[in-house]
Every structure is written in structure tokens, then in C-alpha cells.
């Protein structure tokens, strides 16, 4: 609308609606799009929805990027994205342990998983001919990316609206989160018989949104960049006082003082329990814009949240993958993948990477002190997070002989100051299994006068002394609500990751180290 246009003001109280509102007012939900059919498929038979798409590649390399849509679409929070992790971990036949229990039934040839506060997830598989201090193989990622979360205490009403409290989580890139359809996911903790039962549960309709400043009243946007205060001006609407007037009274429950009835009674009715039942939460906003090949070629992936569960998904597929009676019965080391929570904020949790739990875990596997330094020295870490790909509006800020590029193969990263943990030897290791292979790699170097980002792998080897290398599959956009990656690096690093457990055992007994071996 044009500033210019005679303007005109509908001013309209309660008092005069009441005749209006005297008439039964039923809110009724708006048609679901289409496109969310995609979220109802998880629990069915019915084929993949991307079975005929044709991309520039091949069907294999089409497919692969297809599988991950599945995952991701049905991955809505680090919740979500562990649980449909372990549904396809179960369905390779790997069997559940839990870290409560004080001794494992851990056998040869097993494969077996065990979760942490539902957003980590750690899976195994030893090989045959393992014993202690054999040493492990393992690969890791990260479930969690950078969201607005909902806080503690969400209810704010101002100015005839609704409105839900957030905080952003990591480092996002917050502007891209305003005029989207957003709709909420996570974890509820709910009283069910004396109990308190953990559900997952995600509202697969657009009931938010963080609108922008009108151009009219912000004149300068364009010039100056859009500036907001991420305190006042992120927070998501999710209704007017008028509707939720209109809609009658609503029930109290134990957390009406904190957040929105209507808020609670949404979730009560997705998850079909009282909304007095429901005793708090840990929900994320989330894009409801589902994620699917893109490009006049279907050659990219566009999607919320690659950074990082392109990666968790390539790693455990990659596990379950190599987990052949051939390929574990000449296996000496044991397997692992593990997804951990909290990287975009540190990692310093109970669920996050600088946790005890990759020390405990191998601990416990090793099962026996006197061989676990024999252990950590015969074993490999691959840190497997997204990287960042040449920029074609932005190539100066990318180093000259450093620039990954889509559909090249999975990227290597280094940085001498160690934010990265890929050293001269486990950069090698690495790269020579992908040229055995065929699989082809690429370099990546932060410019010098840039900051360089960091990953898990850097306190994964400090913690536990392994050789560690940092790798990822290359993307645009990173940490935006809305991602891109090409189509072809799915299977290039899927070969990769299932060719270093296979192949990593027999690797390494050819690299020597004076005065090491």
C-alpha cells in the first residue's frame, strides 16, 4: 500500500462487536496445504514422495538427497531429529542400552544405541575380531541449529496482540526469521497416572509470526540495513485480544500464569491430553516451510536447519550401512556415530559434546584400564559438520585457493590455530581413503582476516586424545532459517563416512609414525 493513498481507519472496539459477538463463534482450523502431507507420511508405507523427482545427477545420488528430505522433514526440533534417528537404527536391528544401567551386554558383531535427554543419540557396532584396546572408530555431529526458543515464562500481551516470548539460540542469522510461517516443536512433559511422561510434538500449521516494519515506516531499511533489537522487536504473534475474546474464556492450567491458554490448549489437542496435564515444555519455532530439491535442475537442497543434520544423517546412515557380516566380521575396532546436542552454544551440557559422555562411553566399551590408552591412540574421530561453499555474490570474502564448491565432494577443513582439529596426519588419513575410493574431497581455509568458526572436534580430541579430522559437506546461507547445498554431496559423503569405517583399520597399519608405532 502506498503512503500516498488517503488513508482509512477502522476503529472497532469490543463494545461494538458484542451484537457480533452474540452469534456462537466457532474458530475452526484452516485447510492444511498440501505440502504437509509430507510430515504425516513418517509413521506409513506409503512410497517416498521424492521416489520420481530427476535431478541433474544420477538417480542414486538423487535418491540419497531424497532420503535425507524424509529425515529432515520429519525432524523438526534435536528431539524429533534423535527420535527419527533411532527409528531407522532400530529398523537396521540395533538394540536400545541404557547409560542407568552399570554393565552392558555388549557382544561381537552387536550393534546397539542408547540416547541422552532425547536430543543426543550414540550408536555402535563391534566388530568380530574386536577386543580391548583395539580402539574405536567414530564419527560425530550435532542434532541442534540455531532457533528462537521458547522461554520460561512466554505470555505477552501489548497493543491488542498475543504474543509468544523467545530467545534466540545460537548464532542465527535472526533477520531471516521475520514474515515466515512459523509453528512450534519439542518436548512436553505431561502427568499421566501418578507419572511424568516425555511426548514429542509438533503443530504442523503456520501459528506464528514475527512481522516486519512496513518500508513506510522504516524509509532508510534499504539504505542502512534492517536493524531490529532482538528483545523488543523478535517476538512472534500468535494471536489478537479480539479473536481470543471472540473464542470465549479458556480453562486454567498449571502454567496459564507463565504462557498463553491458548498456547497450551494448541499443544493439548496435538498431543490429545487435558490441558491441565500439561506440566512445561522446551519448544523451538520452526519454519513451517518443508524442505525439497530446488534449482531449475532439482540440483540443490533447500531446507531449514542442513547445519547439522546433513551431516548426523550421513553418519548414522553411513553406520547402519557399513554393518555387512562381511564388513563386521573382519572388523578389529569398534564403530561408532554420536549426535550431540548444544554445539551451536558450546557444547558445554550434559548432552553436548564437551560432556563426559564420549570418555565415559569408550571407558565403559574398553572395559579394561590397562588397555584404554592403547585404545584412544589406535582410534580416529571424524567431526562431521557443514562447511561453507564459495559465495558467487560474495567471492572476495572467501581465501583465493580455498573456495568449496557444490557437488565437489566433501570439504576438509583446516586452521592452524586449531578451531579446527584436522591435522597434517588426519587430513591425510582421511583424503587417502576418499582417492582409494574415488570419492573426491576438497580444502577449506578461513581467509586471515576473518574469524574462523569452530566445531565439535576440537573438544572431542582434547577430551579424549584422539586424532580427530574436521570435515563437511559444503552449503550456502548457513545458519539462515532457510539453507542451501547441492544434491550430489549427500552420496559423495555418504561414500566417504561408510568408507572410513570400513577401511580405516587397514589404513591405518600403513602410516608410520617414527618412535609411535
Known sequence: CSSDLPSLLFVVSLRGLRNFASVPVKLTQPPTPHWSNIFKRSNTNMSSPYANVKSAFSDVETKRAGDFLEFINASPSQFHAVETTVKSLVAAGFAQVSERDAKWNVLPGGKYFYTRNQSSVVAFIVGMK????????????????????????????????????????????????????????GRVMIASGGDYVMKLVHIKRPILRIPTLAIHLNREVNDKGFIFNKQAHMLPVIATNVAEQLNGARKDSPMSNDHHPLLIELLAKELDVAPED????????????????????????????????????????????????????????????????????????????????????????????????????????????????????????????????????????????????????????????????????????IRNDLACGSTIGPILATSCGIRTVDVGVPQLSMHSIR??????DFQSAFKLILAFYEQFTAMDKKVVIPGEH
Request: charged letters at 20%; aromatic letters at 8%.
Open 130 to 185: 574386536w577386543q580391548p584396546g583395539n580402539g574405536f572408530t567414530i564419527s560425530a555431529a550435532h542434532t541442534d541449529s540455531p532457533v528462537l526458543k521458547v522461554k520460561p515464562v512466554s505470555k505477552v500481551s501489548k497493543n491488542g496482540y498475543l504474543e509468544v516470548g523467545v530467545e534466540p539460540y545460537g548464532g542465527g542469522l535472526w533477520h531471516t526469521w521475520f514474515d515466515r510461517d512459523l509453528t512450534v516443536a
Open 278 to 445: 500439561i506440566r512445561d515444555f522446551e519448544l523451538s519455532l520452526t519454519d513451517m516451510q518443508p524442505a525439497g530439491f530446488g534449482g531449475a535442475h532439482n540440483e540443490f537442497i533447500f531446507s531449514r536447519a542442513l547445519d547439522n543434520l546433513c551431516m548426523s544423517h550421513i553418519c548414522s546412515q553411513a553406520l547402519i550401512a557399513s554393518a555387512t557380516s562381511e564388513s563386521i566380521n573382519n572388523e578389529e575396532k569398534i564403530r561408532i556415530v554420536a549426535l550431540f546436542d548444544h554445539e551451536e552454544c558450546g557444547s558445554a551440557s550434559v548432552m553436548g559434546a564437551a560432556s563426559n559422555g564420549m570418555y565415559q562411553l569408550l571407558n565403559k566399551l574398553n572395559a579394561d584400564p590397562a588397555s584404554y590408552d592403547a585404545a584412544i591412540a589406535k582410534s580416529f574421530l571424524v567431526s562431521a559438520d557443514m562447511a561453507h561453499a564459495l559465495h558467487p555474490n560474495y567471492a572476495e570474502l572467501h581465501e583465493e585457493n580455498h573456495r568449496p564448491a557444490m557437488h565437489k565432494g566433501l570439504v576438509v577443513k583446516t586452521n592452524q590455530n586449531q578451531r579446527y582439529a584436522t591435522s597434517g596426519i588426519s587430513g591425510f588419513i582421511m583424503e587417502e581413503i576418499a582417492r582409494v575410493n574415488g570419492v573426491p574431497t576438497q580444502k577449506f581455509v
Open 483 to 488: 539453507e542451501m547445498c547441492g544434491v550430489a
